[in-house]
């Protein structure tokens, strides 16, 4: 049975718990105002224009971490090599993400707003940034490695942000190792847990209920056997909720493949796709299902939580060995609900591999450049063509 890209239902109500205003807001954000207007335009009357239903920014390449899994500074990863000076230059300033707001308040619409890196805290402004949207009364998440969150706590909160995923890959010592820091013998596990008790506190303390805090787990080979102490280990912070994901990869061989049909498609060789590039074979899928079970039955664990993508586990074999198997998800929605902006204002289609520029903020509009021939021709080659090799394990298919 063919699946479109979506966020299921019964993930957002797990997610949610038993608050049902708060179920209800992410039902809306997460899986309404991104999934129909998709099902609308694309289905249905084959339109290849669209309305931004999110717009996703990686506001800075700048990481303090080197994370194993991460596509941008882990092993092979594409920013690996990079000046961080010129990376920090050609960062856009607070002033065009104000015009890009004014820009959407004008249009009458009123998106979501993804913000990720790279590390978004390491964006100096950022906090200047979600305090106009939310003043804009519009909505928005923020995932991050933990970086300046406990002095951006209180302000958080005060803003009202609706969502923090908080990045946790184990326990104190698992998480390091995962998640090692630019320099060697920082704590990157504190600096995760110093932040999200504090934002849990911070709400306390103003008598809040936002943002939802979340903690996402990538799941690998190092943390594989300790998910149930790691889902402990959240829950000990007071986070309201958990994700726990397989990792976004592709293999050598069908990175290749992509280039060539890329090419063929667009006439342009795309690059990003190196950086993830794995070899998931180390995963030992019979104990990781087996760990998974163990969280299913444990009367200690009590949050919400939720794998994503909405597979069985009797999949995760073909998930981690047969990568040219889309596990049913064979329509994506993004192109025509989601924008992705980079650091410089190039506009892309994809989140994770956004080598298709279809404009930049700093010369036209997001509304502009969303709907231009550029954009209506990719969406058209997804309609007409379908998928390309390296989608089958890509968080814009499967994920939030």
């Known amino acids: 049975m063919t699946s479109v890209s979506n966020v299921p239902l019964a993930s957002v109500i797990r997610l949610a718990g038993s608050d049902l205003p708060l179920t209800a807001k992410l039902v809306y954000s997460l899986i309404v105002r991104k999934t129909l207007p998709w099902m609308v335009k694309h289905s249905l009357i084959k339109d290849d224009r669209a309305q931004i239903e999110l717009v996703s920014i990686k506001i800075t390449d700048l990481c303090n971490l080197r994370c194993r899994p991460c596509a941008q500074w882990g092993e092979h990863g594409y920013n690996l090599g990079k000046s961080l000076k010129e990376l920090r ?57 933990g970086f300046k969150v406990k002095e951006s706590a209180a302000e958080l909160v005060q803003q009202g942000w609706d969502l923090m995923y908080m990045s946790q890959d184990g326990t104190h010592e698992i998480h390091r190792q995962n998640r090692p820091g630019a320099n060697e013998k920082f704590d990157s596990y504190q600096m995760l847990r110093d932040g999200t008790v504090e934002l849990v506190e911070q709400r306390r303390k103003q008598n809040k209920k936002f943002p939802v805090v979340l ?3 990538c799941i690998t080979s190092i943390n594989q056997h300790d998910l149930l102490n790691t889902v402990l280990d959240a829950q000990s912070m007071g986070i309201d909720a958990m994700v726990l994901y397989p990792a976004w990869f592709t293999t050598l ?65 073909a998930y981690y060995h047969d990568h040219g198997d889309f596990l049913g998800y064979h329509q994506c929605f993004y192109p025509w609900t989601y924008t992705e902006i980079q650091p410089n204002g190039d506009v892309s289609t994809c989140r994770d591999y956004g080598d298709y520029i279809c404009g930049n903020i700093t010369q ?15 969406r058209k080659s997804l309609r007409e063509d379908g998928m390309m090799p390296i989608c089958s394990r890509c968080c814009g298919l499967m994920g939030f």
């Open 253 to 317: 061989e069908d990175g290749l493949k992509h280039e060539a049909e890329f090419e063929r498609r667009f006439g342009t060789k795309p690059y990003m796709w190196k950086g993830y590039v794995a070899d998931c074979h180390d995963v030992d899928v019979a104990a990781l299902k087996e760990e998974l079970r163990r969280i299913q039955a444990d009367p200690r664990v009590k949050i919400p939580w939720t794998l994503m993508p909405d597979i069985s586990l009797d999949q995760l074999d």
């Open 215 to 217: 903690t996402l787990t």
């Open 364 to 378: 036209n509009s997001i509304y502009e450049i969303f709907n231009n021939e550029r954009y209506q021709k990719f």
């Open 89 to 145: 230059a050609k960062e856009l300033p607070v002033a065009q993400y104000f015009k890009l707001i004014d820009d959407v308040v004008k249009s009458g619409t009123r998106p979501f707003w993804y913000f990720w890196g790279g590390e978004p805290f390491m964006y100096k402004e950022l906090l200047q940034v979600t305090g106009a949207i939310r003043t804009a009364r519009m909505h928005g998440a923020i995932v991050t490695n």
